[in-house]
């Protein structure tokens, strides 16, 4: 019954920001690390960022490092992914993830999660 609906896709410029969100329902959202992935056009899925459950930690793939941005609030069952300075080959769709229990705190592989989102749309214009 777990549910995650993300938001906040669209079209941007290169140089760009965009914030997505990613709202969870059915379980206990503090009980889970979540993490984003993404697709690109002719890509294999892609981790981008993970955070722990009390957002104590947090991991970046480096192709977004010092650009993208993980962050949650617990309060509101939602955790978001803020990215600036979007380049064209950002451009995929992005999808969250839950995971219940995992080797690690962040962590960094789709096998790890139990839960997925439909994705949204980002589109980088150059």
């Known amino acids: 019954q777990v549910q995650l609906v993300e938001s906040g896709g669209g079209l941007v410029q290169a140089g760009g920001s965009l914030r997505l969100s990613c709202a969870m329902s059915g379980r206990t959202f503090s009980s889970y690390a979540m993490g984003w992935f993404r697709q690109g056009p002719g890509k294999e899925r892609e981790f981008v960022a993970a955070i722990s459950r009390s957002a104590n930690s947090a991991y970046d793939a480096d192709s977004v490092k010092g650009r993208f941005t993980i962050s949650r609030d617990n309060a509101k069952n939602t955790v978001y992914l803020q990215m600036n300075s979007l380049k064209p080959e950002d451009t995929a769709v992005y999808a969250c993830?839950?995971?219940?229990?995992?080797?690690?705190?962040?962590?960094?592989?789709?096998?790890?999660?139990?839960?997925w989102g439909q994705g949204t749309q980002v589109t980088v214009s150059s």
């Open positions: 993830a839950a995971a219940r229990s995992s080797y690690t705190t962040t962590p960094r592989s789709p096998k790890e999660y139990d839960y």
